[in-house]
Nanobody, 120 residues
Framework: QVQLVESGGGLVQPGGSLRLSCAASGNIRSIYNMGWYRQAPGNQRELVAAITSGGSTYYAASVKGRFTISRDDAKNTVYLQMNSLKPEDTAVYYC??????????????WGQGTQVTVSS
């Protein structure tokens, strides 16, 4: 079984910074694409940033230049550094990863979500 555990959310003032972490654990053989999604009340879940196993990155236009995604494969962990935060960044942030388990197929896994609130 595989688990993704997120941490690092919280309350921050506009212009502030937060760093989210997501650690994968379990019977993992390989991790391919990893990403962060977010969902605000009344909105659909949207892709914020993604990173491939080769290190290529993607950012939504709304966060480009402010957020940075990175990964540490030795720790099976993906990070999201969020700077210059705005109230519209307020949402539940979810980690996602494409993982191949030992003696099993590639599957899509999700974390439980961590709340990020940007407010003065």
């Amino acid at each position: 079984q595989v688990q993704l555990v997120e941490s690092g959310g919280g309350l921050v003032q506009p212009g502030g910074s937060l760093r989210l972490s997501c650690a994968a654990s379990g019977n993992i053989r390989s991790i391919y694409n990893m990403g962060w999604y977010r969902q605000a009340p009344g909105n659909q879940r949207e892709l914020v940033a993604a990173i491939t196993s080769g290190g290529s990155t993607y950012y939504a236009a709304s966060v480009k230049g402010r957020f940075t995604i990175s990964r540490d494969d030795a720790k099976n962990t993906v990070y999201l550094q969020m700077n210059s935060l705005k109230p519209e960044d307020t949402a539940v942030y979810y980690c996602n990863a494409d993982i191949v388990v030992l003696a099993g197929p590639e599957s899509d896994y999700w974390g439980q979500g961590t709340q990020v609130t940007v407010s003065s």
